[in-house]
């Protein structure tokens, strides 16, 4: 009875290669005459609408990969992109019942292609999920577990329910293969909840047959007086759903009963094998007649054998030993054919059924009639199975190779993603430096720009008046020579303020022709300053202490800083000549009290010197030889990295403001 039941599992796990043949002629005139009928269409979606229909109601063989394959290529012809994606989709189909591998992930591809160009996925997962199957039937487990879950996983991102529930159903049928019952069990259960009324009707019958399946064979595990009744319950339970869908289909589409056929049959042999089990030999009679019913030349040759085996079965059960027999001679020469492993199981228990019989001559002329088949039915399943052997090296070798590419892709684009990152961060980095220097740049120059226009007015302003500057004094030297010429008429005391008229006026011409060719001198590089190290805030104060012993000078100077001691790189004797031209003056007639300021901007290195009420910040310029000295000033300062500004409007009083860059080696803070 353990052999019957093994067989029958063994013949439900393998697809069966022999066929029971059709009437050739009538297949060929059948296709025929409708393609004739197809070709008189327009070439518009009429005719790949008929290409549908055909594809559709003939979903087994002879007719399925022929009508599937000319509604794909007229509808590439047609570019009709819809129509195209059900042509592949049924082609899918074929080569799922055909457990053929790389036919099926040839048409997977394409319909993965033609999904992302629709936008609608349910076809490719359903068909991506069949995969995972066909490879759980050629034993590569852990590949089709791997395939189901990414399914479901994609299924559950583009939010496909046809999708999900396929992907359950692949995961239960591939942890079923290698024994994993409960998680099958968990997996297909997960499958049915996910089921909604607008999930494919094929997708929820498979669900509930495999449901049936998972739990009969949880119930033939108990013993058969006292099984878990829940158990045995769930069984009839999902049957039934089953057997009330298949009904609803057919109902509703009478014509598609042929695609519908071996699934009947399914249902219906596992009624038998619930009722035999159960020891209900009415009932299991009962169905094993509507199954032999629903046998046609349509119906699949591994559903037909399984019901010779259950009614073989059934003979076993209830002693009708002649009739098991009889059927065993009957299947035997088909077995033969397709199942080498099978047939010696056959053999085997059909000298048992002799033993039991009492027929103890012919058991043993049976199992002699093994034992000589035996030696060639060796070499065939060896044969057979070194061949299996090889295809699954070799698909595994393409797997590999497949995945080794497949992974150096991912790697190199990483790559070169990350190469692209690392660039635009550079880039950007780059660009941001760029920009601030830019505006360091056009803040540079518009200072620039700024202080060459105000000396420009200065010099502007310097070639109207020059000549009127020199002339004045030059008129009062000559003027007051030639009075002091005629000195017979004068007194002393007149003799004495002309000539002192005559010095101040040929000394104020002589410094401002100075002043004039020095900045002249300047402008045109003949003069180099010559750099050295200085102490600027001791060689201010020398200047201050100097000039407050100048009886004539008219200013009065007070230096205020922090600082005792600082060093800076300069041309002493030129900024000497500075100090002196902002603290003393001796041709001016106003008194002037002057505030100087010297401080230290440290985050730029520089000294900031602010020199208030001196007679070189004068309003609108009056005193020429001042702006002059305020230019060749002006171009000291610039020359050492620094700034002059003229500001004779300032609220505490005419003033000049410049900054110096001091040396940070010689810092001194006190």
């Not at 074929?94 to 349910?122: F, N, R």
């Not at 700034?643 to 000049?656: F, H, I, M, T």
């Amino acid at each position: 009875m353990k052999k019957i039941i093994t067989l029958v599992s063994c013949l439900i796990s393998f697809s069966c290669l022999f066929s029971r043949g059709w009437k050739g002629d009538d297949t060929i005139a059948f296709r025929d005459s409708l393609m004739r009928k197809v070709e008189h269409l327009p070439a518009d979606t009429s005719r790949l609408s008929v290409l549908l229909d055909a594809a559709y109601l003939h979903q087994n063989p002879p007719y399925n990969v022929f009508f599937a394959k000319c509604l794909y290529e007229e509808a590439r012809k047609q570019r009709n992109i819809y129509y195209e994606n059900l042509g592949a989709y049924y082609l899918a189909v074929c080569y799922d019942k055909k457990h053929d591998l790389d036919s099926i992930t040839l048409w997977v591809d394409e319909l993965q292609e033609l999904a992302s160009k629709i936008g609608k996925y349910d076809y490719y997962l359903e068909q991506k999920a069949a995969i995972s199957r066909v490879l759980a039937s050629k034993k590569m487990n852990e590949k089709a577990a791997f395939v189901a879950k990414e399914v479901l996983k994609e299924a559950q991102e583009r939010k496909s329910n046809n999708g999900i529930v396929a992907a359950y159903n692949s995961l239960g049928c591939t942890y079923a293969a290698f024994n994993r019952s409960d998680e099958a069990l968990a997996a297909l259960l997960k499958g049915y909840r996910a089921c909604k009324k607008t999930t494919k009707l094929s997708l929820r019958i498979d669900i509930l047959s495999r449901l049936s399946s998972r739990y009969a064979d949880i119930v033939s595990g108990l013993p058969s007086k006292d099984p878990d009744r829940v158990k045995r319950d769930s069984v009839l339970f999902y049957l039934e759903k089953m057997e009330g869908l298949l009904k609803e289909v057919l109902s509703k589409e009478p014509k598609t009963v042929n695609n519908w056929r071996d699934v009947m049959v399914d249902c219906q042999t596992r009624y038998v094998r619930y009722y035999m089990h159960h020891k209900d030999y009415s009932k299991t009679a009962e169905f094993l007649e509507k199954a032999k019913n629903l046998l046609t030349p349509e119906v699949d040759s591994v559903y037909w054998l399984n019901i010779q085996l259950m009614e073989l079965q059934y003979y076993a059960r209830t002693q009708e030993y002649d009739k098991g027999i009889a059927l065993i001679d009957q299947v035997a020469p088909f077995v033969e054919r397709g199942h080498i492993d099978v047939f010696e199981t056959l053999i085997f228990y059909k000298s048992l059924i002799l033993r039991d019989k009492g027929d103890w001559n012919e058991g043993i002329h049976t199992l002699k009639f093994l034992l000589h088949k035996q030696d060639s039915l060796s070499i065939a399943t060896t044969t057979s199975q070194l061949e299996q052997v090889k295809e699954n090296y070799q698909i595994n070798e393409l797997l590999m190779e497949k995945q080794k590419i497949t992974n150096l892709n991912y790697l190199r684009a990483i790559m070169i993603l990350g190469v692209l990152l690392v660039l635009m961060l550079l880039f950007y980095l780059y660009t941001g430096y760029l920009s601030k220097r830019i505006a360091l740049a056009e803040k540079e120059a518009i200072k620039a720009a700024e202080l060459s226009h105000a000396d420009n007015l200065a010099k502007e302003r310097l070639k109207l008046e020059i000549s009127h500057d020199i002339r004045t004094p030059l008129n009062a030297v000559v003027g007051f020579a030639e009075i002091l010429a005629d000195a017979d008429n004068l007194d002393e005391e007149s003799k004495s303020a002309y000539n002192k008229i005559v010095q101040e006026n040929a000394t104020q011409l002589l410094d401002y022709v100075n002043n004039i060719l020095e900045l002249s001198r300047l402008e045109s590089g003949k003069i180099k300053y010559v750099e050295g190290s200085c102490d600027f805030i001791g060689l201010f104060r020398a200047v201050i202490e100097e000039a407050d012993k100048n009886g004539q000078n008219c200013v009065h100077a007070e230096l205020h800083t922090d600082l005792e001691k600082q060093m800076v790189r300069t041309d002493q004797a030129r900024l000497l000549s500075l100090f002196e031209s902002l603290a003393v003056s001796t041709v001016d007639t106003e008194f002037y009290h002057s505030d100087i300021t010297v401080k230290r901007v440290e985050e730029k290195s520089l000294l900031l010197v602010t020199v208030v009420n001196t007679p070189l910040a004068k309003e609108r310029f009056e005193n020429k030889t001042a702006m002059i000295r305020n230019e060749i000033n002006a171009h000291f300062i610039h020359y050492f990295g620094g700034y002059y500004k003229v500001d004779e409007q300032a609220k505490q009083g005419p003033s000049v403001t410049f900054t110096y860059p001091y040396d940070v080696a010689g810092l001194h803070i006190h």
